[in-house]
């Protein structure tokens, strides 16, 4: 209940973020508009992975957008939740979350312009180690920043800003 009522309280702060931000700022200068743009992408991108991490699937699929959604064989977030919302095997009571870089991403087949990150996942406890993921998050149609697009990162191909972008173009 109190991780719900954080993310919750995240997401406001990130939707009024977004409304001061300048969000039609779709430029990958360094005005402030940028740095901005990439501060909320990035909180949404961990409010996602955090959302997982806590198995709050609700979250997670409103998280994402609907062709994500799509993707997985869900027309709605409740159908999202249904297919999501495997019990985990293990505890992951200790994972930690951490992001890299925010980088501009073009438009790549279906996936519009948006923000491309680096989300990191990593338990000590045994159970998968340390995870690197891409994500491309856009804006959403009320404001808040949406997953669009996961990306597995290979350890051997890097991690840093642009192979987050070459594995978002690449699939």
């Given at each position: 209940?109190?991780?719900?009522?954080?993310r919750?309280?995240?997401?406001?702060v990130?939707?009024?973020?977004?409304s001061s931000?300048?969000c039609?700022?779709?430029?990958s200068?360094?005005?402030g508009g940028?740095k901005e743009?990439a501060?909320a992408?990035?909180?949404?991108?961990?409010?996602?992975?955090?959302?997982s991490?806590?198995?709050d699937?609700?979250a997670a699929?409103e998280a994402?957008?609907?062709?994500?959604?799509?993707s997985l064989?869900a027309d709605?977030?409740a159908?999202?939740v249904?297919i999501t919302?495997?019990?985990?095997?293990?505890d992951?009571?200790?994972a930690?979350?951490s992001?890299g870089?925010?980088v501009?991403v073009?438009a790549f087949?279906?996936?519009?312009?948006?923000i491309?990150?680096?989300?990191t996942l990593?338990?000590?406890?045994?159970?998968?180690?340390?995870v690197?993921?891409?994500?491309r998050l856009v804006?959403g149609?009320q404001?808040a920043?949406?997953?669009?697009?996961?990306?597995?990162?290979?350890?051997?191909?890097g991690?840093?800003a642009?192979?987050v972008?070459a594995a978002?173009?690449?699939?």
């Amino acid at each position: 209940m109190a991780a719900r009522v954080g993310r919750a309280a995240g997401m406001l702060v990130m939707a009024v973020s977004l409304s001061s931000a300048g969000c039609a700022d779709t430029g990958s200068g360094g005005g402030g508009g940028s740095k901005e743009r990439a501060a909320a992408a990035i909180e949404a991108a961990r409010a996602f992975q955090h959302a997982s991490v806590d198995q709050d699937w609700e979250a997670a699929c409103e998280a994402r957008t609907e062709r994500l959604r799509q993707s997985l064989g869900a027309d709605t977030v409740a159908e999202c939740v249904e297919i999501t919302g495997l019990p985990r095997l293990g505890d992951y009571s200790d994972a930690r979350v951490s992001t890299g870089e925010a980088v501009e991403v073009s438009a790549f087949g279906p996936h519009p312009a948006g923000i491309g990150l680096r989300v990191t996942l990593a338990t000590g406890t045994g159970n998968f180690g340390t995870v690197h993921t891409a994500l491309r998050l856009v804006p959403g149609e009320q404001g808040a920043w949406l997953v669009d697009q996961t990306a597995n990162l290979v350890d051997t191909e890097g991690t840093d800003a642009e192979a987050v972008r070459a594995a978002l173009e690449r699939k």
